[in-house]
């Protein structure tokens, strides 16, 4: 889910439109198949696991719920029931990682055990990233381990195809040493530079500031003196590439893109403040990060060809659930990151088991309507 947010099928901000119906559950238990994709058949009992999985988990409930149109709901109105709007979302997200994953087999390319192990470390960032902006838990949450085998292996092999798309589009091996290797052939796309600094509230004060850390005064005193606000990050302000730079503000982006290492920098004015900076390393990127870096550089490409994919694809949903269209911009709809959706059916209300694939002889819970079945 941060400078990272969760993409594709793992976007959380897809569109649950609130339904007053629910998913057919008569004979879902006899059906063969949830989806169809070309060969590959998503199972009835894999689409129930996923949904459990997704609405058990308090902290992923509220992502889903938090990040949706206000009012969307995960369950029906019958007992143990889900909404038809969260299966055809569910449903959609399996179908999307198929194709994807359809895409890696077909161009041959090879996914080592240390690129899952990476793909598993952005989706744990990614939540963490998620939890925070959604206030539905702190960053250190490990939401993923939490998550049932199912659908947690879901997100990381997505992950994983989509890193294993965009290192293919950029030539670039991966894996730890050849994504080292990208960085150090593009410093200007994944290395950082650490900052130091002071606010302060004037430009005459910056000026003045500047001036004395320049002469050899010590940041810590500078900012006993003048921003004690400060203190306990001793100043420190993080590390930036130049691209996270220009989102905060082109002119101090140029400015430290400039600035020789351990340069004061002059006052530069940021929202109401005047800042006084100081470049005190340039790091290249963690591995998982420039990961991430190199995901946004490849995405609109391969993103277009997973677009294309899923509207090549043989794709079939069990009228059960609803049927397969292409996404629309009417407001409310079930968006998706690649383009094809699970709309639902629209018909009249009936029952949605939490188990329905593992019912045998009559419905147990929830109902369905006379005739329904």
């Not at 004395?212 to 100043?235: D, K, M």
């Amino acid at each position: 889910m941060k400078r990272v947010t969760i993409r594709g099928s793992l976007a959380l901000t897809a569109g649950l439109a609130a339904a007053g119906f629910l998913a057919s559950a008569c004979n879902v238990q006899w059906s063969p198949y949830a989806a169809k994709i070309g060969s590959t058949v998503i199972t009835p009992a894999q689409l129930d696991t996923d949904l459990h999985q997704a609405s058990s988990n308090t902290y992923f409930r509220c992502l889903l719920q938090r990040s949706q149109v206000a009012g969307t709901r995960l369950t029906g109105a019958g007992t143990s029931t889900y909404d038809s709007t969260f299966v055809a979302y569910i449903l959609t997200n399996l179908v999307d990682a198929q194709v994807a994953h359809d895409m890696v087999a077909g161009k041959g390319l090879t996914e080592p055990a240390a690129a899952r192990a990476l793909a598993r470390s952005q989706v744990r960032s990614a939540f963490g990233g998620e939890l925070t902006s959604t206030r539905c838990g702190l960053s250190t949450v490990d939401l993923l381990g939490q998550l049932g085998s199912s659908l947690g292996n879901s997100f990381v092999q997505l992950q994983l195809d989509e890193d294993a798309l965009a290192a293919h589009d950029l030539h670039i091996t991966l894996t730890p040493a050849g994504i080292l290797a990208y960085e150090h052939a593009n410093p200007s796309t994944t290395q950082q530079s650490c900052l130091s600094g002071l606010f302060l509230t004037t430009k005459g004060t910056a000026s003045h500031v500047a001036r004395l850390w320049r002469g050899g005064e010590s940041l810590s005193n500078l900012i006993t003196t003048y921003s004690p606000s400060q203190a306990s990050t001793r100043g420190s302000l993080g590390c930036y590439t130049l691209a996270q730079l220009s989102g905060i503000d082109p002119v101090m982006e140029q400015q430290v893109a400039r600035a020789s290492l351990g340069g004061i920098l002059a006052p530069i004015h940021y929202q109401s403040s005047y800042l006084v900076l100081q470049v005190t390393s340039r790091p290249f990127e963690p591995v998982v990060t420039a990961l991430d870096s190199i995901f946004t550089t490849a995405a609109s490409r391969f993103s277009s060809q997973i677009r294309q994919a899923v509207r090549s694809a043989h794709v079939q949903i069990n009228p059960e659930y609803g049927r397969w269209t292409f996404a629309t911009s009417k407001p409310g709809a079930v968006a998706t990151g690649f383009g094809g959706r699970v709309q639902p059916n629209t018909g009249p209300s009936s029952a949605y088991m939490l188990k329905a694939s593992a019912a045998q002889g009559p419905l147990q819970q929830g109902s369905a309507p006379s005739g329904a079945g």
